[in-house]
């Protein structure tokens, strides 16, 4: 399912196959929670925008519009419109996000819905179900992410029941893709390592859980309170111990300099809202650095975004006309904002996957690494 066609130190060039199609690696996933991007991003528009894999949660799936309703309707990947491969997230993540509104026992997590206070419950079973009924390409084992720093006692006992839970996770999808009715009978299953910020709890896990033979290996529960300096060392800390025939998932992460740092550790997948959720606040990722469209010195600026960018936003609209549709509140601003930074987090991982085909990732990283954090040169 997994090769690796090229490395250049611990960094990594890949090629996993999929019931759904071909996922070049290292590969950003666009995240639509609900089935769609935020910004008014269709399944059609996502192919212009060079995205390879969709990811949508279960938790909001499950709570709206049902996941049954998805499954009675041909599955997720009909429902919205879009063939290519899809993640989801186990919800899991929700057991962090909502902690006031939900309470973990040995056999699930009991939430409080955010939308109606309606009472749920879900564990390692349900969430495979659901993900089942989805008919995701890849699904997600059912974990705790605790948050950064937590205490060391409650952490071990974190990680040891997500392993448990991770065993019930592997029993319940070969029981449900073998149901008639099961939409995507080749369903794939990533377990996800947890830790906190405890290196020794991290690497423990990830050797656990190395051995449970999953389709793909997420490090998850960062990027959640600690530093970016934290991350990255508990990255290189568990990297060593991930198998090296399985793709590697850092969920949740993040900005360019972000994913830079964790594809030259070795990292294969990625998602964040972060792209989305910042250009509809009129913060743009390019090439020189990150732009703020809103700063008044856009006013008169007939240019695009980004000369260099091929996206349908650069193509088409000035940064002047981009700066009056947000400060009008026009949806067409947010719209234009989000396709211009889900085509630079695609193309980033382009450049990324041809450099190191080329053997110049070392170069494209020293090169990047920092500037693509930096501010536009303009609003120096």
């Known amino acids: ?78 429902f919205m419109n879009w063939d290519g491969p899809i993640l989801t997230d186990s919800g899991g993540f929700q057991v962090f996000s909502l902690a006031k509104l939900r309470k973990i026992t040995e056999e699930g997590v009991r939430f409080q819905s955010h939308i109606d206070g309606a009472r749920i419950f ?4 349900e969430s495979m179900q659901i993900q089942s009924n989805l008919a995701s390409t890849i699904a997600m084992a059912f974990d705790e992410c605790v948050a950064n720093p937590s205490p060391y006692p409650y952490v071990k006992q974190s990680v040891e029941r997500t392993t448990r839970w991770l065993e019930r996770c592997i029993r319940e999808m070969k029981r449900l893709n073998e149901l008639p009715d099961t939409i995507n009978k080749e369903q794939m299953l990533f377990g996800i390592n947890q830790g906190g910020t405890y290196p020794d709890l991290r690497i423990d896990h990830m050797k656990r859980i190395s051995e449970m033979g999953c389709d793909g290996y997420a490090i998850g529960g ?10 990255y060392e508990i ?33 294969d997948f990625f998602d964040c809202v972060m792209p989305s959720r910042n250009a509809r606040h009129g913060n743009l990722f390019t090439w020189h650095g990150r732009m703020n469209l809103i700063n008044e010195r856009y006013m008169r600026d007939d240019r695009p975004v980004d000369e260099n960018c091929g996206c349908p936003t650069c193509r088409q609209f000035s940064r002047a006309y981009l700066r009056h549709l947000f400060k009008a509140k026009e949806a067409l601003g947010m ?21 190191l085909e080329q053997g110049q990732f070392e170069a494209f990283y020293q090169r990047y690494h920092i500037a693509l954090g930096e501010k536009y040169p303009d609003e120096l």
């Open 222 to 231: 960062l990027a959640v309170g600690e530093e970016a300096q934290e991350m």
């Open 122 to 125: 879900m564990g390692p079973e």
């Open 235 to 267: 990255i290189d800390a568990v990297e060593p111990y991930m198998p090296q025939d399985r793709p590697r998932y850092l969920m949740g992460v993040g900005t360019p300099c972000n994913i830079l740092e964790a594809v030259h550790l070795g990292v």
């Open 335 to 355: 719209r234009a904002a989000v396709e211009h930074n889900l085509y630079f987090y695609n193309e980033l991982m382009q450049r990324i996957r041809d450099s």
């Open 1 to 78: 399912m997994f090769e690796i066609l090229h490395r250049e130190g611990r960094a990594r060039r890949g090629v996993l196959t999929t019931v759904h199609g071909v996922i070049q690696t290292p590969v950003f996933m666009d995240v639509g929670t609900c089935g769609v991007v935020k910004g008014g991003i269709s399944g059609p528009d996502l192919k212009k925008l060079n995205c390879q894999v969709e990811l949508s949660n279960t938790y909001h799936l499950h709570i709206r519009p049902g996941d049954r309703l998805i499954h009675d309707l041909g599955g997720l990947r009909k």
